[in-house]
């Protein structure tokens, strides 16, 4: 996993570039949820608004993490589950479409991501390789795991 973290680190040394990254890759993640819960679900779900496309979305997020950190799984898994709650907040609570938030939110939080690695000067990792998606997300929670002493 820290060879992963380091690499993307490499193309994440700029400090506004960092600030963007930390406002930016959660919202591209949440948004992500949102735009999977927004998925028509099929009728034989039931009534049970938890399984739904974002929920079942999970289980390869899961492996992805499981396979490279037992530790920092239990920290993603914890914000995928916030972003699960907030889909379904929004949607009991807010009457504008979630896909429609969403996915202004998803496109604004790309403009910021790329503006970012203009300042910074070097394109973003997933040019290389597409995992790097994945790795953001973790790259943010490995920090907070340091401020925290937990080791990764």
Known sequence: MQEWLDAYGESHQNSLNK???????????????GLLWSIPRPDFFGSNVWINVASLAILP???????????????????????????????????????????????LAWIGQFYGHKVEGKKPSFFEDIQYLMIGPAWLMSFIYNKMGIKY
């Open 61 to 107: 997020v899961f492996i992805f993490y499981a396979r490279l950190s037992l530790s920092l799984t239990v920290g993603m898994m914890l914000w995928c589950g916030f972003c699960l709650g907030c889909c379904w907040f929004y949607v009991e609570n807010v009457d504008y479409e979630l896909w429609k938030a969403s996915l202004i939110v998803f496109v």
């Open 19 to 33: 600030k963007i990254h930390w406002i930016c890759i959660p919202l591209i993640f949440l948004t992500i949820v």
